[in-house]
Nanobody, 119 residues
Framework: QVQLVESGGGLVQAGGSLRLSCAASGRTFSGYAMGWFRQAPGKERDFVAG????????SYADSVKGRFTISRDSAKNTMYLQMNSLKPEDAAVYYC????????????WGQGTQVTVSS
């Protein structure tokens, strides 16, 4: 059974930092693209950052470029999102997801972790 489990969310003051983790299990993710998404109340789920499980160039939403860094540790089967200089508008539920190289769809999703940023 494939599982993606996020952790590391919480309450932080504006300007602070958090590191989210996404522990992956249940299959090999070689060839998969991994992504972080977020959804604020009343808004759609938006792409935040992505990286290939096998490594390579990361991609970011314009709103987080220069502040967030995505990475993965294949030995630990874990993906991370380092979030610095957090702003109130970064508050959302953050999800990790895995995109199949065959279907090009994000087929696997975590349950989400809440990030709250106080001003």
């Amino acid at each position: 059974q494939v599982q993606l489990v996020e952790s590391g969310g919480g309450l932080v003051q504006a300007g602070g930092s958090l590191r989210l983790s996404c522990a992956a299990s249940g299959r090999t993710f070689s060839g998969y693209a991994m992504g972080w998404f977020r959804q604020a109340p009343g808004k759609e789920r938006d792409f935040v950052a992505g990286i290939m499980w096998n490594g390579g160039t990361a991609s970011y939403a314009d709103s987080v470029k220069g502040r967030f860094t995505i990475s993965r540790d294949s030995a630990k089967n874990t993906m991370y999102l380092q979030m610095n200089s957090l702003k109130p508008e970064d508050a959302a539920v953050y999800y990790c997801a895995a995109r199949s190289p065959r279907t090009l769809r994000y087929e696997y999703w975590g349950q989400g972790t809440q990030v709250t940023v106080s001003s």
